[in-house]
């Protein structure tokens, strides 16, 4: 099988049934097919064939998909691009990929336009919402009779190239393969409890490896309908939407679940309880604090399923059971997924001991592209991946994530994982977000701890209260030497915080 198999599967037993809702259109499973086949038409006449490499970024919206299949029916590779990059970025990633044609929007055409003009390899320009002599409308593509060749396509073929958001340096390549996904996909499947009644949410952007697989692949594949949301922000659309259609799997990263138990209050939460039909939650993307999960069961009655994986990984690897979770773990791995936690030469370690995660399975990418050197870094000749994370496993083989590799902080000779500390200074009640960097001595080399922190509105920093919270919680060494305020906390697309920009931050004055 390949990717685009699912929709013709569906389309054939339930034509009829709703594969999207999105603004004011419904589209069937019959429907997207047919706009799929007719896409792969036109992009066959461009010259597109296996191997060929086309950009998209744009929001999230059915044209995404469109594209994405009809590229995988010729052999073709989508590169989604996350469209916060500015132009130089694009330019970065479009000539790694080689890509021959992009799919943009309107409010990112001047982007593409900047950075194509270094970019030789691209040929073809569309937008999906309109039509100029730079960049024709995408609806051009899907005038074509329905393709009829040969599809030639693999499951070992290469999907999607989705480049890594680069937080470290310059993004890379993941290779994912129709195999990789469609893989992900039934371990999800296996480890979750999901109903052909169930409506998915796709909020999270598209380009975004736990959204894509999530959001869009895995309700593809039940035949279930998606209702597809262009923005997180703002977000008292996005709860309109949810009643509107009944949504009943919400799948979302720490940052909305913090927004929600913060912002609603215990007796619109118990009105909500009554009229809200989400039956589900799930988290990824990053680490989900106790208390925020705990309060947000508590307040809306809905089990919140924390999970771990990353997008090398395509991208899930774990996740909490429904029925025996552990808050405060990423659940156990997902069957068909084997995880080792070893130690710096590569050895397991016992239950309870801190070591780096590998992971092994048919989710796994096949590397990173034209990239043999970095590529050989992180996965072994017996198929792990080297993920750089750091986690253990209790005695029920429940995984819990310490911190990033790269993240490390090194206090006098002593270990120090800046979640530890984030958890606890989330615990003050006015603070809104939390970081914790490590800072270095250019003379001695040793670092010391830096929490940014970010305030409830109308709050105001009370340093003396962190400290002794901190005190009571954290070994003397794990105390941070500096707490500082900042407006917002530099995130990405999917909120999770850049901690490589705090890194650099100027010394506060």
């Not at 019959?30 to 744009?58: D, H, M, N, P, W």
């Not at 979640?419 to 250019?442: H, L, M, P």
Request: proline share 6%; aromatic share 8%; with cysteine.
């Amino acid at each position: 099988m390949i990717l685009p198999d699912i929709i013709t599967q569906r389309a054939k037993a339930k034509k009829d049934a709703v594969a999207f809702l999105y603004r004011d259109e419904q589209i069937t499973y019959a429907e997207l097919e047919t706009r799929i086949l007719r896409c792969a038409q036109s992009l066959a006449s461009l010259g597109v064939k296996k191997g060929t490499t086309f950009g998209l970024l744009l929001r999230n919206c059915p044209e995404f998909v469109i594209l994405s299949m009809a590229l995988g029916k010729l052999g073709g590779i989508a590169v989604p691009i996350n469209f916060l990059e500015k132009p130089d970025r694009v330019s970065l990633i479009l000539n790694d990929a080689g890509a021959f044609g992009i799919l943009t929007s309107r409010e990112f055409l001047a982007t593409v336009l900047h950075a194509a003009g270094s970019v030789k390899s691209l040929k073809h320009i569309f937008q999906k919402d309109g039509d100029s002599r730079e960049a024709p409308s995408f609806q051009n593509l899907l005038k074509s009779t329905p393709y009829r060749g040969p599809v030639l396509t693999q499951e070992n073929d290469l999907a999607m190239l989705l480049y890594t958001s680069g937080t470290t340096g310059l993004p890379k390549g993941v290779m994912l393969t129709h195999g990789n996904f469609l893989a992900n996909i039934e371990q999800g499947l296996a480890a979750i409890e999901l109903s052909p009644k169930d409506k998915f949410l796709c909020l999270l952007p598209m380009f975004h490896s736990f959204s894509w697989t999530t959001c869009v692949l895995t309700p593809l594949r039940l035949g279930v309908p998606t209702v597809i949301i262009e923005s997180i922000l703002p977000f008292n659309p996005v709860i309109k939407y949810i009643w509107k259609h009944h949504v009943t799997i919400f799948v979302g990263v720490p940052q909305i679940f913090a927004a929600l138990v913060q912002k609603i209050t215990q007796a619109k939460a118990f009105v909500l309880r009554f009229l809200n039909p989400i039956r589900l939650c799930v988290s990824g993307a990053a680490p989900l604090s106790p208390a925020i999960h705990k309060n947000f069961e508590k307040l809306f009655g809905v089990p919140l399923l924390e999970g771990y994986g990353l997008t090398e990984a395509a991208p899930v690897a774990t996740l909490n059971p429904l029925r025996g979770r552990k808050i405060g773990t990423v659940g156990r791995p997902l069957p068909g997924v084997d995880i080792n936690i070893v130690d710096d030469d590569g050895h397991p370690v016992p239950p309870g001991e801190v070591g780096e995660i590998w992971i092994r399975g048919k989710n796994v990418m096949k590397g990173y592209y034209r990239k043999p050197r970095e590529t050989k870094e992180v996965l072994t000749r017996e198929g792990w991946l080297k993920t750089g994370d750091l986690g253990s496993f209790d005695a029920d083989g429940y995984l819990t994530i310490v911190d990033r590799k790269k993240d490390l902080i090194i206090v006098r000779g002593l270990n120090v994982y800046p979640q530890e500390v984030e958890v606890v200074i989330a615990q003050d009640e006015d603070v809104r977000d939390v970081a914790v960097v490590g800072k270095k001595d250019r003379v001695t080399g040793d670092e010391t701890i830096r929490a940014f922190v970010t305030l409830k509105e109308g709050k105001t920093l009370d340093k003396k209260r962190i400290l002794s919270l901190c005190r009571q919680r954290l070994a003397s060494f794990k105390i941070p030497k500096e707490i500082i305020v900042i407006d917002e906390m530099p995130k990405n697309a999917i909120q999770k915080i850049l901690k490589k920009e705090l890194r650099e931050r100027e010394e506060p004055r």
